[in-house]
């Protein structure tokens, strides 16, 4: 069995489709951070084990996910569409051979979905970042992407403190400073369902772009 962590703040319009698509072995964590639309119920008919996360923000969700992981291996995904998960085989895939110790999806965009799918903000803030990356760390990423793969046992002892954007930078750059293979693989990316917290608005961006800041800054000191 593989865990699938999904952090989640109201999705429950993306929710049916994300849980339907959950590959056989792997199991759904769904991480509530504070729904009021009713997603954590909308998680448990699905299958899925719902987890309350109250101190809010995406890196405390993640992390409550992680904990609640069980199995050797834990994918970590967004809730809200924007990410097939019958492509998370692509991801693990690395990790079960050996090859890496943790992988990241590259995000590729496909069909008609434009700006929807990843507006110019996000995606200069996100390319920005994957360039310091690889020119000040030395990780060959071009994308911090939300789809990852790596062993649960192994991430607990990385000692992750961030509980905000930065959960997922942070989780780079301590996993690239202990010497783990960090590589990433080609998935899929659509337009969300509904409007992102983040990517969905320049303020959102901003927010995670100062919340990454903040991480680098501690990684450098």
């Known amino acids: 069995m593989i865990d699938v962590v999904l952090p989640c703040l109201n999705e429950a319009a993306a929710l049916p489709w994300v ?6 072995g792997y199991r759904p964590i769904v991480v509530d951070n504070g729904s009021t639309d009713g997603s954590p119920d909308i998680a448990a008919a699905y299958g899925a084990l719902v987890v309350q996360e109250p101190q809010r923000g995406f890196g405390a969700a993640c992390h409550a996910g992680l904990l609640a992981a069980t199995a050797d291996l834990v994918c970590f995904m967004d809730a809200d569409a924007s990410l097939d998960p ?5 991801v693990t895939a690395p990790v079960l051979a050996g090859e890496s110790e943790l992988v990241l ?9 434009g700006d929807r799918a990843w507006p110019v903000h996000a995606r200069l803030g996100n390319a920005v970042l994957a360039w310091r990356l690889r020119r000040g760390a030395g990780i060959p990423l071009h994308d911090l992407g939300p789809m990852r793969a790596c062993r649960r046992e192994a991430l607990v002892g990385l000692g992750l403190a961030d509980r905000r954007f930065g959960y997922p930078l942070e989780m780079v750059l301590r996993a690239a400073a202990v010497g783990w293979r960090v590589t990433e693989v080609e998935v899929d990316y659509l337009p969300r369902a ?24 501690e990684h450098r000191a």
């Open 86 to 90: 019958r492509q998370l085989p692509l």
């Open 105 to 113: 999806g590259r995000r590729r965009e496909l069909g008609d979905g």
């Open 19 to 24: 849980l339907e698509r959950i590959p056989y």
């Open 194 to 217: 509904g409007r992102s917290k983040v990517t969905g608005t320049v303020r959102g961006t901003l927010r995670a772009i100062s919340d990454m800041r903040s991480v680098l800054a």
